[in-house]
């Protein structure tokens, strides 16, 4: 099932992907056909009959409140500047993601696989591989949250497999790639824009995703709004049941930009507070990401040299985070 929730010009389509977990191929391949279109034409789209209990839905809601609702103190006791790995909680205005805009209006915690210290990447020192950061002032909060973090672990893996089938790959062919991934989940929280504020103030500033994709999870406040190809900003507004999934910029590199990453900004104007969770999926440090052979010919050789993921995602850190790491 596809259908539309803008104009047929401006369109985000809603994609049944029941069909990637069918042991029937051709229905595979069916639902593979429109991740394809939608990835090269929109590179966002819905998901639906996406396999994910909704009472967890509910749950990573009520503890992302939970989490938001602390003292400052109290979410400063886990802040991203006692993490050298990028984990924890982060401030209002910490983060820049529109390098012409100002500081985003929004809070944050950010949260991946949790690594002991005999974990062979932590030992080998690998950039952003390590421990979590977890307050200690709300019981069950953890649970939770890792319940919800390995849901969509595995739903990402769905999609990437479905993604190989629509590049024309073999079905498991970003399976080694992926198995020992660096994903990360991140609860955000945007309060009311403020009725003053300027035209370089955002909840979000416009940006792409840096990783292969990602899974969103937004409230009913809505507010994402899509950059198109005419360069219209369109509302990605809220469907129930669905989750809001982007390509990334690792992806497009993948697909030799066949696969668009699209921008994206947030401003939350719906007069309450907003809160949404993202889910962005990253292979394996260490994978490299050259262009696919399906997606480059003697007429179009590829446009980027091959890059590890790592060494792409820690540009992509150093990039936004250059205002308040003094770069």
């Keep these: 099932?596809?259908?539309?929730?803008?104009?047929?010009i401006h369109t985000i389509p809603v994609i049944d992907i029941g069909g990637l977990r069918s042991p029937d191929w051709a229905e595979r391949k069916a639902v593979a056909a429109h991740l394809r279109k939608a990835s090269h034409e929109v590179g966002f789209f819905?998901?639906?009959?996406?396999?994910?209990?909704?009472?967890?839905?509910?749950?990573i809601f009520a503890e992302s409140h939970r989490f938001f609702a602390l003292p400052d103190a109290d979410k400063l006791e886990?802040?991203?500047?006692?993490?050298?790995?990028?984990?924890?909680?982060?401030?209002?205005?910490?983060?820049?993601?529109?390098?012409?805009?100002a500081p985003d209006l929004k809070e944050s915690i950010y949260i991946g696989l949790h690594r002991g210290?005999?974990?062979?990447?932590?030992?080998?020192?690998t950039p952003n591989h390590g421990p979590?950061?977890?307050?200690?002032?709300?019981?069950?909060?953890?649970?939770?949250?890792?319940?919800?973090?390995?849901?969509?672990?595995n739903l990402s893996y769905q999609l990437m497999r479905g993604l190989a089938l629509s590049l024309d790959l073999e079905e498991h062919h970003f399976d080694p790639l992926a198995d020992d991934p660096m994903p990360i989940l991140r609860l955000l929280h945007y309060p009311p824009h403020p009725v003053q504020a300027d035209d370089r103030t955002w909840g979000c500033g416009a940006h792409t995703d840096w990783g292969c994709l990602t899974i969103l999870l937004q409230d009913a406040a809505g507010r994402l709004e899509v950059k198109t190809a005419s360069g219209d900003w369109i509302a990605a507004e809220p469907i129930p049941d669905t989750f809001v999934i982007n390509i990334g910029d690792m992806m497009a590199r993948w697909t030799n930009d066949y696969y668009q990453s699209t921008p994206h900004r947030v401003v939350n104007r719906s007069g309450g507070d907003r809160y949404s969770v993202p889910f962005f999926f990253?292979?394996?440090?260490h994978a490299l990401v050259e262009c696919?052979?399906?997606?480059?010919?003697?007429?179009?050789?590829?446009?980027?040299?091959?890059?590890?993921?790592?060494?792409?995602?820690?540009?992509?850190?150093q990039k936004t985070y250059q205002r308040v790491m003094g770069a």
């Design 46 to 59: 819905y998901i639906a009959n996406h396999g994910i209990d909704a009472a967890l839905v509910d749950q």
């Design 78 to 101: 886990i802040s991203i500047q006692h993490s050298p790995i990028s984990r924890g909680y982060e401030p209002l205005k910490h983060q820049t993601l529109d390098l012409n805009a």
């Design 132 to 153: 979590n950061l977890y307050s200690r002032n709300l019981p069950g909060w953890r649970e939770v949250v890792e319940q919800y973090f390995a849901a969509m672990l």
């Design 117 to 125: 210290p005999d974990d062979p990447l932590v030992q080998a020192n």
């Design 292 to 317: 696919l052979p399906t997606c480059q010919s003697e007429t179009n050789p590829p446009k980027y040299p091959p890059i590890t993921a790592g060494d792409h995602i820690v540009e992509m850190y």
């Design 1 to 8: 099932m596809v259908t539309s929730v803008l104009s047929p």
């Design 282 to 285: 990253d292979i394996n440090y």
